[in-house]
T-cell receptor, first 111, second 116 residues
């Protein structure tokens, strides 16, 4: 059974810092890996999607990497801002199109 | 208008009541999913449907049932709600096929259910 773990569970940083969120998964037979952002009480916003054949994806200040063989992904946020404060969720899509989620990292960026 | 619409957005009910959460999509996607989110547990899959006649149980299907009335509609029912079904429920859609799909799921805004 696929299990997805996110570390740390919570993170508080001062504005302007670069930071890394970690995601690990137990079964490397994945179709893709997705990072989402969730604001309190809200839905999920897709940030980045990395196909299993890719190593990284970038969007603005966000960069996500994927090392399928070791079962790891990182989300790098450059020059963090208070508006980045949210919960970040990592999810892997198994073949068969089922998405398995981690529990998330709660990020707080202090101004 | 949102591509994936969930109704109701908020519902408070009592133990033993029957509840239906509805999801409709305008994306033309064939695959639809129901997830539940609890604090500290991420999202867990309840049921998923690959087509109108294809319904599958997810990780935590006990106490729930679903109906795929049309390609665009997927409803989740709690026949007799209990307090530990209090959660945030999400519907999601996906288009299948190697040529057409990146494997990206699109989520609704969520339905917050409280069972007293």
């Amino acid at each position: 059974k696929q299990e997805v773990t996110q570390i740390p569970a919570a993170l508080s940083v001062p504005e302007g810092e670069n930071l890394v969120l970690n995601c690990s998964f137990t079964d490397s037979a994945i179709y893709n890996l997705q990072w989402f952002r969730q604001d309190p009480g809200k839905g999920l916003t897709s940030l980045l999607l990395i196909q299993s054949s890719q190593r990284e994806q970038t969007s603005g200040r966000l960069n996500a990497s994927l090392d399928k063989s070791s079962g790891r992904s990182t989300l790098y946020i450059a020059a963090s801002q208070p508006g980045d404060s949210a919960t970040y969720l990592c999810a892997v899509m198994e073949y068969g199109n089922k998405l398995v989620f981690g529990a998330g990292t709660i990020l707080r960026v202090k101004s | 208008d949102a591509d994936v619409t969930q109704t109701p957005r908020n519902r408070i009910t009592k133990t033993g009541k029957r509840i239906m959460l509805e999801c409709s999509q305008t994306k033309g996607h064939d695959r639809m999913y129901w997830y539940r989110q609890d604090p500290g547990l991420g999202l867990r899959l309840i049921y998923y449907s690959f087509d109108v006649k294809d319904i599958n149980k997810g990780e935590i299907s006990d106490g729930y049932s679903v109906s795929r009335q049309a390609q665009a509609k997927f409803s989740l029912s709690l026949e007799s709600a209990i307090p530990n079904q209090t959660a945030l429920y999400f519907c999601a859609t996906l288009i299948s096929g190697h040529r057409t799909s990146t494997g990206e799921l699109f989520f609704g805004e969520g339905s917050r259910l409280t069972v007293l």
